[in-house]
C-alpha cells in the first residue's frame, strides 16, 4: 500500500522567510498530487494540486514541485507570515476513477514574528 | 457560494450507543466523501458516493457504519453501535469532478465524535 511521510510534525520559521514542506511517497507515483491547509477545528481547505506530468506550480505565494524520481512533493511558502500558521496536509491520487486521496499525517507549521 | 455544512459540530455519547452525522454539500457536486480523521493523522477515507450510488466503500467498517445519500443531495453517516476507538473528526467533502483526482476537495468543518 502507499505509504506517505511528512518531513516533520512541525516546522518553526521567522516570518518574511520561505517555508518548505516535504511530502515522500512509497511505491508507484500518484497521478496527481494535492496540498491542503488545515486550521484548528476546520476541515482541510485545498490549496494546489500538480499533476504527475508537471514540475512545478504556483498559486501566488505558494509553489509546489514534483519530483517523481525522487517520489518527493515541496511546498514552498514564500514571504511567510503568521498568518500562514497552519497544519499542512498532502494526499495523493493514484489516478483511479475513484479519485480517491491518500492524506498523510501534516506538518504543523508556525511562523513567528 | 455557501460551503460544505456539517452537522452537529460536537458530539458526546458513551459506547455502545448510536450517533448521526448529517452532510449538506456545495450546490452541484455530484461526488461526496465522508472521512474519518484521528487526532493527529490525515483524514482517512470511508466511502465515496457518486450522485447518490455509493461508489467506493471498502474501508468503511460496515459492520458498525452505514451512509446514505438521498436524492443524490444530503447524506447522513450512522455508527452503531460505537466503540471508544471510533473517537475522531468526521469530515465530509465534496467535488465537483465526477471521477478522478484532478479535482480539489471541499471539507466541511467536521463533527467532532467523543466515544466514552
Given amino acids: 500500500s502507499q505509504k506517505i511521510e511528512q518531513n516533520s510534525e512541525a ?15 512509497t511505491n508507484y507515483s500518484p497521478a ?32 509546489v514541485t ?9 511546498f514552498h511558502i514564500t514571504a511567510s507570515q503568521p498568518a500562514d ?29 | 457560494e455557501a460551503g460544505v455544512a456539517q452537522s452537529p459540530r460536537y458530539k458526546i455519547i458513551e459506547k455502545r450507543q448510536s450517533v448521526a452525522f448529517w452532510c449538506n ?12 480523521q484521528i487526532l493527529g493523522q490525515g483524514p482517512k477515507l470511508l466511502i465515496q ?21 438521498l436524492k443524490g443531495v444530503d447524506s447522513t ?6 466503540k471508544l476507538e471510533d473517537s475522531a473528526v468526521y469530515l465530509c467533502a465534496s ?9 480539489g476537495k471541499y471539507f466541511g468543518a467536521g463533527t467532532r465524535l467523543s466515544v466514552l
Avoid at chain 1, 518574511?16 to 515522500?24: E, Q, S, Y
Avoid at chain 1, 491518500?102 to 504543523?108: D, N, P
Avoid at chain 2, 453517516?77 to 460505537?82: G, N, R, S, V
Avoid at chain 2, 467535488?95 to 478522478?100: A, E, H, P, Y
Fill in chain 1, 11 to 25: 516546522l518553526n520559521i521567522q516570518e518574511g522567510k520561505t517555508a518548505t514542506l516535504t511530502c515522500n511517497y
Fill in chain 1, 32 to 63: 496527481y498530487l494535492q496540498w491542503y491547509r488545515q486550521d484548528p477545528g476546520r476541515g482541510p481547505v485545498f490549496l494546489l494540486l500538480i499533476r504527475e506530468n508537471e514540475k512545478e506550480k504556483r498559486k501566488e505565494r505558494l509553489k
Fill in chain 1, 66 to 74: 514534483f519530483d517523481t524520481t525522487l517520489k518527493q512533493s515541496l
Fill in chain 1, 85 to 113: 500558521s497552519a497544519t499542512y496536509l498532502c494526499a495523493l491520487d493514484m489516478g483511479s476513477t475513484l479519485g480517491r486521496l491518500y492524506f498523510g499525517r501534516g506538518t504543523q507549521l508556525t511562523v513567528w514574528p
Fill in chain 2, 25 to 36: 454539500p456545495i450546490s452541484g457536486h455530484a461526488t461526496l466523501y465522508w472521512y474519518q
Fill in chain 2, 49 to 69: 458516493f457518486q450522485n447518490n450510488g455509493v461508489v467506493d466503500d471498502s474501508q468503511l467498517p460496515k459492520d458498525r457504519f452505514s451512509a446514505e445519500r
Fill in chain 2, 77 to 82: 453517516l450512522k455508527i452503531q453501535p460505537a
Fill in chain 2, 95 to 103: 467535488s465537483l469532478g465526477n471521477t478522478g483526482g484532478e479535482f
